[in-house]
């Protein structure tokens, strides 16, 4: 139960700091938030079943998979509310 928190609390908070390094309104807020949760938990399922990785574990949470994709979902989600699809 703890990992779970702790790994939600981490993938809000890179989520956010994303937000604020690139900016946005609250639409891009809120998605980028619910990519980078699914992306941290995504690259933690990674790190345990597919690369057996354990460099930077918090207990058990593979932290370092799963903050990297969770970064990599937020600003993919991000560039993709910018596409203008009318041009």
């Given amino acids: 139960m703890t990992t779970l928190f702790i790994g939600t609390l981490m993938a809000i908070a890179i989520g956010a700091l994303a937000h ?4 946005g309104n ?5 998605a980028m938030l619910i990519a980078a949760v699914v992306g941290f938990w995504g690259g933690h399922l990674l790190g345990e079943l597919g690369m057996n990785f354990v460099w930077f574990n918090i207990g058990e949470l593979n932290a370092l998979p799963a903050a990297v ?5 937020a600003v993919g989600t991000n560039w ?3 596409q203008n699809p009318e041009r």
């Fill in 80 to 82: 993709l509310m910018q």
């Fill in 69 to 73: 994709l969770s970064a990599i979902c």
């Fill in 20 to 23: 604020v390094v690139i900016g």
């Fill in 26 to 30: 609250v639409g891009k807020l809120i």
